[in-house]
């Protein structure tokens, strides 16, 4: 049985094989529609989260499975105290698969410690979120046509932010992919990121500025200020809206540059993009359905 906690659990040619499924869904959807039929997901989300939950509820749906869950820690028997070895166990006897949100780094992976069922990490704390990787590498793979020989600019809380870590750990594996990283310098990737990217000769740059940089940029990836895991206010309030991508910046970017964001946004990418050909943050949230369908199908080992 196999889980999924971090992106590196797939090997790079595994990774290519469920993208190659993915869009194989996406082509011939009603060839998959019940592929799950008889199996149930459970979705067990201990911090909000509108996109993750939905979308797996979604890819499940989609493939004639059905969905059982609880969206919020308060309404779950963590409110008495149960911890999540022991909720796993009970999920177990119900489900056949379960995604699981966590405030707390790693937590998912103490749970499939003890699970019968695969467990997909959808998120712990500020650590990993690979099935939002999967999502970012497979949107990347399908209208870049490679993972490979590009510049990504990373912008906003790369200290915070899940996301970035997840793709930045997920993207050192391909050959010719060059790091911009742009953040306020509070809000810089972790050491551990750097001495990644150093240990194996992966170039990076770290910049203030996003204007100066966005010229060189194949892909720009834009995130929240992640206001949930700051310990003051008055440095969320003061960081927040230190990137807001508009229209004039985006004058500055090459004509096939994306612009990709895990979503949801805040004020960091102005509404007035939205209609840019580059804009692709919300065909992403496409694709994060399709490659949590072939994930849900590779993790039951189920073939169409
Ligand atoms: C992200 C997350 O939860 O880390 N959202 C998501 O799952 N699409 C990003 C964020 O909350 O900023």
Redesign the pocket.
């Known amino acids: 049985m196999r889980h999924l906690m971090n992106p590196l659990d797939f090997s790079v040619d595994e990774l290519d094989r469920l993208f190659d499924l993915a869009n194989d869904i996406e082509a011939n959807p009603d060839q998959y529609k019940n592929a799950c039929h008889g199996k149930k997901l459970a979705t067990c989300f201990y911090?909000?989260?509108?996109?993750?939950r939905l979308?797996f509820e979604a890819a499940m749906l989609n493939l004639g499975g059905s969905v059982i869950g609880f969206s919020d820690a308060a309404s779950s028997s963590a409110a008495k105290g149960e911890s999540v070895s022991d909720t796993i166990r009970v999920i177990s006897c119900f489900a056949d698969i379960c995604a699981m949100?966590h405030p707390k780094e790693g937590a998912p992976m103490v749970a499939a410690g003890k699970s019968s069922i695969p467990v997909i990490n959808?998120?712990d704390g500020g650590h990993q979120?690979p099935?939002?990787t999967l999502?970012d590498l497979l949107t990347i793979r399908s209208l870049k046509g490679r993972l490979n020989n590009f510049t990504i600019g990373l912008c906003g809380?790369l200290k915070f932010?899940?996301?970035a870590h997840s793709l930045i750990n997920a993207l050192a594996r391909y050959e010719g992919v060059k790091f911009i990283f742009i953040s306020p310098r509070e809000l810089m990737v972790p050491d551990y990121v750097t001495e990644m990217l150093n240990d194996r000769n992966i170039p990076y740059e770290e910049v203030i500025r996003l204007e100066a940089i966005m010229p060189k940029l194949d892909l720009l990836y834009m995130?929240?200020v992640?206001k949930?895991r700051f310990f003051n206010e008055e440095d969320y309030v003061r960081l927040k809206d230190f990137y807001i991508l508009d229209k004039a910046k985006m004058e500055l970017a090459g004509p096939d540059m994306l612009v990709l964001?895990?979503?949801?946004?805040v004020n960091e990418i102005s509404v007035e993009i939205d209609d840019d050909p580059r804009a692709a943050y919300f065909k992403q949230?496409q694709y994060?359905v399709y490659v949590r369908m072939a994930l849900i199908l590779t993790l039951l080992g189920i073939h169409v």
């Not at 911090?47 to 993750?52: K, V």
């Not at 964001?261 to 946004?265: K, Q, S, T, V």
């Open positions: 911090e909000p989260s509108t996109r993750t979308s949100r959808a998120g979120h099935t939002q999502t809380d932010g899940r996301t995130t929240r992640q949930e964001h895990p979503l949801p946004r949230v994060g």
